[in-house]
């Protein structure tokens, strides 16, 4: 079973719009969950995470998301995106000893 | 501190070579992650090791493939013989999880290893 989806596969935006990049989880994981940035030919980057306490979350670059049990989702947002934000970006949950990737929304800045 | 090293960076091979990509991972992290990514299936857990032992190979395709980590700085996956669908980007991470679980640290990846088999 799928333990992650990411609804959106690719977001175009123009520069300095808000952006919201869709995940859910399944519900009968562990809510350990995580984004990942993955720039041009680069490895996987931590953004944010949510191990447990406050809902919304903020991380590196200006993102941040918020964990919502009641649909359980794990959104992540941008007020106001730059070009350099074109990127790929993966939500994981933590399952066990393992981390389970989404396939990734591409998100891709218009000047 | 250098990150995680992988090598090489691009490996174009012939169909039935043997292929060995190489790792080294963050000093002081004792998990360690293969991963392989393609358009079709995106990120695929491959196999991963703690304190240098395998724990889950389950991901690994086939018998073709075949991953060793001889010790806490080194790791290697081997293909042998190599086919066009092994190819890929294969991602190398390592993480520390100590006492309370590795899911409180974050993976740190290398910047891959782009395979080509023709």
């Known amino acids: 079973a799928q333990s992650v989806t990411q609804l959106d596969s690719q977001v175009p935006v123009f520069e300095e719009a808000p952006v919201e990049l869709r995940c859910n989880y399944s519900?009968?994981?562990?809510?350990?969950l995580f984004w990942y940035v993955q720039y041009p030919n680069q490895g996987l980057q931590l953004l944010l995470k949510y191990l447990s306490g406050s809902t919304l979350v903020k991380g590196i670059n200006g993102f941040e998301a918020e964990f919502n049990k009641s649909q359980t989702s794990f959104h992540l947002r941008k007020p106001s995106v730059h070009i350099s934000d074109t990127a790929e970006y993966f939500c994981?949950?933590?399952?066990?000893?393992?981390?389970?990737f989404g396939t990734g929304t591409s998100l891709t800045v218009i000047p | 501190d250098a990150g995680v090293i992988q090598s090489p960076r691009h490996e174009v091979t012939e169909m039935g070579q043997e292929v060995t990509l190489r790792c080294k991972p963050i000093?002081?992290?004792?998990?360690l992650f293969w991963y392989r990514q393609t358009m079709m299936r995106g990120l695929e857990l491959l196999i991963y090791f703690n304190n240098n032992v395998p724990i889950d190979d389950s991901g690994m395709p086939e018998d073709r493939f075949s991953a060793k980590m001889p010790n806490a700085s080194f790791s290697t996956l081997k293909i042998q013989p190599s086919e066009p669908r092994d190819s890929a980007v294969y991602f190398c991470?390592?993480?520390?999880?100590?006492?309370?679980?590795?899911?409180?640290?974050?993976?740190?990846f290398g910047n891959g290893t782009r395979l080509t088999v023709t």
């Open positions: 000093s002081g992290h004792d998990y």
């Open positions: 519900s009968s994981v562990s809510v350990y």
């Open positions: 994981a949950v933590v399952r066990g000893n393992q981390f389970y």
């Open positions: 991470a390592s993480s520390y999880g100590g006492q309370v679980g590795f899911y409180n640290s974050p993976l740190h």
